[in-house]
T-cell receptor, first 115, second 115 residues
Framework: GAVVSQHPSWVICKSGTSVKIECRSL??????MFWYRQFPKQSLMLMAT?????????EQGVEKDKFLINHASLTLSTLTVTSAHPEDSSFYIC???????????FGDGTRLSIL | GESVGLHLPTLSVQEGDNSIINCAYS??????FIWYKQESGKGPQFIID?????DKRQGQRVTVLLNKTVKHLSLQIAATQPGDSAVYFC??????????????FGQGTILTVHP
C-alpha cells in the first residue's frame, strides 16, 4: 500500500528557532499533500494543502508566513515552522493522495516541543 | 461551518464483543467518507471508505454503514481484539463533491478493548 514517511519524528528546540519537517511519498507520486496539526486528545485540523510546483493553500487562521510550505518535487513536501514559540508545540502530521475520492495516506507525525 | 461530529467520545468493550462507533456529519454535499484508526504517537491509518452511492461496505472484520437521510456514518468492528484499542476518526470529503481531496475530521472516539 501507499507509504508516507515523515521526518523527524520528534523535535525539541529553543524558542525562536525554525524547524523543518519533511514529508515524503515513498512509492507513489503526490501532486498534492496535506499538513495537519493535532493537539492532545483532539482531532486533526487541516493547516494547508501543499501543491507541487505552486503555492500552498492555507486554511483560514493559519499564518502562511509562520508555516512555510515547499513542495518542490512529486515526492517531497516540507513544512517549516519559523521562529517557533511554545504555543507552536504540537503534533504535526502530513498526508498524501486523496484525490479522485481515494483515501489520504498519513505519515507517522512529528512531535514538536518548543522550550 | 460544516463539521463532522461523533456521538460517543469513549467506548469500552470486552475482547470478542462487536464494537459500533458512530459519526454524524452535516455537509450534505459530502460524497466520500473514510474511517481512520490512530494509535498513540502515530498518524491515522486507513481502515475503510465508502462513497455516497453506497449504504454499506464490508472489509476484514469491519463494516461501514452510511445513512444519507439522517447524515449518519457508523463503523462496526466484529470480534474486537485488544489490538483494536485506539482512537477512531471518521472523515468526509469536504470538497463539495469535487475530486480535490480535502478532508474534514470528526472529533474521534477512544475505543478500549479489555482482555
Amino acid at each position: 500500500g501507499a507509504v508516507v514517511s515523515q521526518h523527524p519524528s520528534w523535535v525539541i528546540c529553543k524558542s525562536g528557532t525554525s524547524v523543518k519537517i519533511e514529508c515524503r511519498s515513498l512509492d507513489f507520486q503526490a501532486t498534492t499533500m496535506f499538513w495537519y496539526r493535532q493537539f492532545p486528545k483532539q482531532s486533526l485540523m487541516l493547516m494547508a494543502t501543499s501543491n507541487e510546483g505552486s503555492k500552498a493553500t492555507y486554511e483560514q487562521g493559519v499564518e502562511k508566513d509562520k508555516f512555510l510550505i515547499n513542495h518542490a518535487s512529486l515526492t517531497l513536501s516540507t513544512l517549516t515552522v519559523t521562529s517557533a514559540h511554545p504555543e507552536d508545540s504540537s503534533f504535526y502530521i502530513c498526508s498524501a493522495g486523496g484525490l479522485h475520492n481515494q483515501p489520504q495516506h498519513f505519515g507517522d507525525g512529528t512531535r514538536l516541543s518548543i522550550l | 461551518g460544516e463539521s463532522v461530529g461523533l456521538h460517543l467520545p469513549t467506548l469500552s468493550v470486552q475482547e470478542g464483543d462487536n464494537s459500533i462507533i458512530n459519526c454524524a456529519y452535516s455537509n450534505s454535499a459530502s460524497d466520500y467518507f473514510i474511517w481512520y484508526k490512530q494509535e498513540s504517537g502515530k498518524g491515522p491509518q486507513f481502515i475503510i471508505d465508502i462513497r455516497s452511492n453506497m449504504d454499506k461496505r464490508q472489509g476484514q472484520r469491519v463494516t461501514v454503514l452510511l445513512n444519507k437521510t439522517v447524515k449518519h456514518l457508523s463503523l462496526q468492528i466484529a470480534a474486537t481484539q485488544p489490538g483494536d484499542s485506539a482512537v477512531y476518526f471518521c472523515a468526509e470529503n469536504s470538497s463539495g463533491g469535487t475530486s480535490y481531496g480535502k478532508l474534514t475530521f470528526g472529533q474521534g472516539t477512544i475505543l478500549t478493548v479489555h482482555p
